[in-house]
């Protein structure tokens, strides 16, 4: 009884968590993150004793039955700033939720798997191999959501193309696209497949993976700039010159002051060079 009543005295809260409220469930009920601090295996909250004096309570965190976070921010930059190949930037962001997360990392309402898939992969695209190998290996033997496990599977084919092995990267990804998976996690899938096509020099393949994302996923927005502009060196590669000056004209005018616009203005003055045609001034 007495352990009851310490329960419920410190995480008698009121029933309704504010919007947006970061907060910790236990069996015997809630408490705000911004209330208590994290000390080793413990949360601990300050509290008046009945002499009017403070003393500190401690629950383990071992106890935490689930938590109910909103999505952080940083998890949306860091996803952002990787597609803008801005890596060691997207790991400070991604870090910060893991680290917190870290505590309860296995708890359902969690955000410690979404953000560790962000820290592999921006440690991944500076080739740090080893460092992500760490962090890899505890994501597979955690349990996950079909689309996050997916992820993990993606994580491994990109390590592969980046180290050149195309054979096993593609025959990692392709029997997902049957999973019937979330849009996001299809556009994900379907760039990295036509990345691997390309770099094995299977343009006809890789432009048809690319271009599932504008015709399938056209709201899925973030990977729409990518996706465009591996479709249209695809078609020069093909030697669909006029059209893949076309589909670069558009990428410049469409995504200015992006890296797949400036991509674009490179890849559209080396087709110049092969046709003699004038390259058009910037967008302004």
């Given amino acids: 009884m007495k352990l009851h009543l310490y329960f419920v005295g410190l995480l008698g809260l009121a029933a309704a968590a504010p919007l947006g409220a970061q907060t910790l469930v236990f069996a015997a009920g809630s408490i705000e993150l911004s209330e208590v601090s994290i000390a080793g295996a413990n949360v601990q909250r300050k509290v008046k004793r009945a002499d009017g004096g403070e003393t500190t309570q401690s629950i383990p965190l071992a106890n935490v039955v689930r938590v109910d976070f909103p999505k952080p921010e940083e998890l949306a930059a860091a996803d952002d700033l990787i597609l803008k190949g801005k890596y060691a930037e997207a790991y400070q962001k991604a870090k910060v939720v893991q680290d917190l997360h870290a505590a309860w990392k296995d708890k359902p309402g969690s955000w410690y798997a979404r953000a560790g898939l962000l820290v592999a992969e921006s440690l991944l695209r500076q080739s740090k191999y080893d460092e992500s190998a760490r962090l890899m290996s505890e994501l597979r033997n955690m349990t996950l959501s079909s689309s996050l496990q997916i992820r993990v599977t993606l994580l491994d084919a990109l390590e592969q193309l980046q180290k050149g092995i195309t054979g096993p990267a593609?025959?990692?990804?392709?029997?997902?696209?049957?999973?019937?998976?979330?849009?996001?996690?299809?556009?994900?899938?379907?760039?990295?497949?036509?990345?691997?096509?390309?770099?094995?020099?299977?343009?006809?393949?890789?432009?048809?993976?690319?271009?599932?994302?504008?015709?399938?996923?056209?709201?899925?927005?973030?990977?729409?700039?990518a996706a465009e502009l591996g479709?249209?060196?695809?078609?020069?590669?093909?030697?669909?010159?006029?059209?893949?000056?076309?589909?670069l004209n558009r990428i410049m005018e469409r995504y200015v002051g992006t890296p797949e616009a400036d991509a674009a203005k490179v890849e559209k003055e080396a087709i110049a060079k092969l046709t003699g045609a004038a390259v058009p001034a910037a967008a302004p």
Avoid: H, M
């Fill in 170 to 225: 593609l025959a990692k990804v392709r029997p997902l696209a049957r999973s019937g998976q979330d849009a996001d996690t299809l556009s994900r899938l379907y760039l990295l497949t036509g990345d691997i096509q390309f770099k094995r020099e299977a343009f006809a393949e890789a432009l048809e993976a690319y271009l599932q994302i504008p015709v399938f996923y056209g709201a899925e927005a973030a990977f729409l700039p």
């Fill in 231 to 247: 479709a249209a060196k695809a078609l020069a590669r093909l030697g669909r010159l006029q059209d893949a000056g076309d589909s």
